[in-house]
């Protein structure tokens, strides 16, 4: 039976306010094993000179129990793009992934609208130490297109089986109901395999069962760990999900044994989510790692990682 342990925050306000006191949020926590160590990318926001939230990634390190902070970023890794491009307000989230030379980030890039809120596409960037990243392209190398027509983002890379595999979302419509002014996005996980990192070849399908009415599925993550693939994500109502309760993000989970199909089982959870009061109302933004032979999951709480993040051990 799996349990789920939850060893807390490991990063909260505290932490976020050493790296600069006008931050905010931590928002999802993803985690690179080094030999020594493990990186935390997150992405923080400030209010721009407009009152409106801009966001742009960081990093912590930690020794490998976990246990002890042993440097921040002295500032963001990126900057958002010049007027008019696709991360012209903010990145979130930034996906590490390691390469044979080096490090490639994918990045979420946003930007408003005026009839719905906002957009969004993937870009790229890459490092050579995991410390320092520079963007390879003043675009996007995912956006939308004929099958997947808003919201291309949250793209989650890893290399199995000598293919690489991306695991994202798009949105497929938006909705309004008659309380609401503002129209609300759908949006669920899909699948995309590449050769090179830069191309890939797009599903234009959702790939995991919805378990409710009009569930958006957010920031899926994916680790090999006793034979099997594990995939945990977040999900919520598409109306309300900012009050908390039910139609909050929660945590949800599939597995898979050829990276096609994958079977949903959030009973992966029950009786095992030991919830403390910062993520009692909402978990959200999950990041699977595996660290000295143990599967862990990083992850944010109540509203959306407004006290950093947290960390859970997986024993089966």
Not at 46 to 62: G, H, I, Q
Not at 119 to 144: E, L, N, Q, R, V
Request: charged share 25%.
């Amino acid at each position: 039976m799996t349990k789920w342990e939850n060893l807390g925050l490991l990063f909260n306000t505290e932490d976020l306010k050493k790296i600069d006191e006008n931050l905010s949020f931590a928002k999802s926590p993803q985690a690179i094993v080094k030999e020594k160590s493990v990186i935390f990318y997150f992405t923080s926001q400030v209010k721009d000179k407009n009152n409106k939230w801009l966001s742009r990634p960081y990093w912590v390190e930690f020794d490998q129990n976990l246990t002890s902070i042993i440097r921040y970023s002295s500032e963001h890794i990126l900057d958002v793009g010049d007027l008019g491009t696709f991360d012209e307000h903010g990145i979130f989230p930034f996906s590490v992934t390691a390469t044979e030379d080096g490090y490639t980030a994918y990045t979420t890039g946003w930007s408003r609208r005026s009839s719905v809120d906002i957009d969004m596409s993937i870009g790229m960037a890459t490092s050579k130490d995991g410390y320092h990243f520079k963007k390879c392209y003043p675009g996007p190398i995912m956006s939308s297109n004929y099958s997947e027509p808003f919201m291309v983002g949250d793209a989650f890379v890893r290399a199995f089986n000598g293919q690489w595999h991306m695991w994202y979302i798009f949105g497929d419509r938006w909705l309004t109901k008659t309380s609401q002014k503002i129209p609300q996005r759908h949006y669920k996980i899909a699948k995309a395999t590449s050769d090179d990192r830069v191309s890939w070849s797009r599903s234009g399908h959702f790939i995991i069962d919805p378990v409710r009415k009009e569930e958006c599925q957010a920031l899926p993550s994916v680790a090999y760990y006793r034979g099997k693939y594990h995939m945990i994500f977040c999900h919520r109502d598409v109306f309300d999900f900012r009050l908390g309760g039910e139609r909050a993000y929660k945590l949800g989970y599939a597995s898979s044994s050829d990276l096609t199909s994958w079977v949903r089982d959030d009973t992966f959870f029950e009786g095992s989510v030991l919830r403390r009061e910062w993520d009692l109302e909402m978990q959200c933004y999950p990041n699977l790692f595996v660290l000295n032979n143990e599967l862990y999951c990083a992850y944010n709480g109540n509203n959306f990682g407004e006290n950093g993040f947290g960390v859970a051990k997986i024993k089966f």
